[in-house]
């Protein structure tokens, strides 16, 4: 079935730092591919998201871009905030109505 | 634009008993969808419907579960005999029902059963 594996974290960054968070996946068709976070106390909320190979999905300074080749959708910032702190989640979804989500990373930004 | 509601946000129940989850959607949004998140994994799909009709049932989904949303509008997630094992954050969400449609999250219900 499909599946979406994830960088195990926790990730903890100085302010400013540049961010990574790999994200690779298994689907037998053609997946749209999401990032999601979740603030603390708050609920899950999307991010980005990128529907075909080759596009680029980009929201708040973060970036991601489907590679079908390498199926994978990393998740970049260039320069990482404290209140960039969250768990982000990277999702699948082969149908329109279901996503399949990753385990989560927690990244933890210091000033 | 209230968002999602869903109520209660903490649950503790004894082994065996039955609870109840109310989740509020966006008004205007016809799916509603609800997961189910444990400690350290990524929310788990468990059913959805499109206004009132439910569409899908997850595998996890057992006969202890039932889900409903009888106007369109509101839904209950019911647990029967609770298992320690259903302990968890259960989520639910909406969206306005277009492909690829970004997902609007509640906050949860975390259910602890002792």
């Known amino acids: 079935g499909d599946s979406v594996t994830q960088m195990e974290g926790p990730v903890t960054l100085s302010e400013e730092a540049f961010l990574t968070i790999n994200c690779t996946y298994t689907?037998?068709?053609?997946?749209?591919l999401f990032w999601y976070v979740q603030y603390p106390g708050e609920g899950l909320q999307l991010l980005l998201k990128a529907t075909k190979a080759d596009d680029k999905g980009s929201n708040k300074g973060f970036e991601a871009t489907y590679r079908k080749e390498t199926t994978s959708f990393h998740l970049e910032k260039g320069s990482v905030q404290v209140s960039d702190s969250a768990v982000y989640f990277c999702?699948?979804?082969?149908?329109?109505?279901?996503?399949?989500f990753g385990a989560g990373t927690t990244v933890t930004v210091r000033a | 634009d209230t968002g999602v509601s869903q109520d209660p946000r903490h649950k503790i129940t004894k082994r065996g008993q039955n609870v109840t989850f109310r989740c509020d959607p966006i008004s205007e949004h016809n799916r509603l969808y609800w997961y189910r998140q444990t400690l350290g994994q990524g929310p788990e799909f468990l059913t959805y419907?499109?206004?009132?009709?439910?569409?899908?049932k997850s595998r996890l989904l057992s006969d202890r579960f039932s889900a409903e949303r009888p106007k369109g509008s509101f839904s209950t997630l019911e647990i029967q005999r609770t298992e320690q094992g259903d302990s968890a954050m259960y989520l639910c969400?909406?969206?306005?029902?277009?492909?690829?449609?970004?997902?609007?999250f509640g906050s949860g219900t975390q259910l602890s059963v002792l």
């Open positions: 689907a037998t068709g053609y997946p749209s």
């Open positions: 999702a699948l979804s082969d149908h329109d109505y279901k996503l399949s």
């Open positions: 969400a909406s969206s306005a029902g277009a492909v690829n449609e970004k997902l609007f």
């Open positions: 419907f499109q206004n009132e009709a439910q569409l899908e």
